[in-house]
């Protein structure tokens, strides 16, 4: 394995600057950040172009390092000093992928249970609502405008499960939720709004989009445009809305419940 000891090298640079949103968006590649997130990306077909880490992180983390080793299309050792170049954490433990986003579209099943991210901004919100959504048995994520579902933070906060369950980022949100109208499912807009129907007593017969709005002004006009029906969660007390994450998750637990 070849080894890159300075921060400099062009390979360094390369992988530290998908640290950036629009890298991200010019090359298709993300990186992660971690050795079991790698080994998540290594299980689930995610394609690794390059795994780069230390002595030190092979040693102490011997089979995440030969599950993804084995899939990697390169491999090469760092020094401190040029893993400390790719790090986003405080404490790094300095095992890094390059990996290239998914293309798969998500296909609209009639019957199936899905979110929508209407300008969701917060990266720990988005990965908070992933974990949600794959723990309730959701059928797919879709984000539209707002936190980029490959940003490190985002990828950390899923633990994993942006990587696992199915999720497509469109820049067309308006679009997905037309064509989720044609196969029949409900469009549902989560709103801090009294006079809009109780989620806990929504009953469904079809199958469902439930849109979360971002974290300060809520569902867009325009997407409140295509939701067929509001929905709200009762609260007590003074609190007049919850946090996006916190919102989605009672909403998920009601649908799924209620399904």
């Given amino acids: 394995m070849e080894r890159l000891t300075s921060k400099n090298n ?14 991200r968006k010019k090359t298709g590649l993300f990186l992660l950040e971690g050795a079991r997130l790698c080994a998540d990306a ?3 077909g995610v394609v690794i ?4 880490l230390t002595d030190k992180a092979a040693d102490k983390y011997p089979e995440e390092f030969a599950l993804v080793r084995g899939v990697a299309r390169d491999v090469f050792l760092l020094s401190e000093e040029a893993a400390e ?12 992928c390059v990996c290239q986003r998914k293309t798969a579209d998500l296909s609209i099943d009639p019957r199936g249970l899905y979110v929508f991210l209407d300008g ?8 908070a609502v992933s974990r949600t959504a794959e723990a309730l048995g959701f059928t797919g994520l879709i984000v539209g405008a707002g936190c980029d579902p490959y940003s490190p933070k985002a990828l950390r906060a899923s633990m994993g499960a942006l990587l696992r369950f199915p999720v497509t980022a469109t820049a067309d949100g308006g679009a997905w939720l037309r064509a989720c109208r044609e196969k029949g499912l409900r469009v549902l807009a989560t709103v801090p709004d009294p006079s809009a129907e109780d989620i806990t007593k929504l009953q469904l017969t079809s199958g469902a989009a439930l849109v979360i709005g971002n ?3 809520g569902v867009s006009d325009e997407t409140l445009s295509l939701c067929t ?8 007390g003074k609190a007049e809305s919850l946090n ?8 998920m637990w009601e649908l799924r419940r209620n399904a």
């Fill in 215 to 217: 974290e300060g002004s």
């Fill in 42 to 44: 290594a299980d689930n």
């Fill in 10 to 23: 062009p390979r360094v640079k390369a992988a530290s600057a998908l640290l950036d949103r629009r890298e």
């Fill in 120 to 127: 969701v901004q917060n990266p720990d919100n988005l990965g």
């Fill in 85 to 96: 170049k790719l790090s986003d954490t405080a404490n790094s433990q300095h095992f890094f």
């Fill in 229 to 236: 029906d509001r929905v709200t969660i009762p609260m007590a």
């Fill in 49 to 52: 172009e390059t795994l780069l």
């Fill in 244 to 251: 996006a994450a916190a919102a989605a998750a009672i909403s």
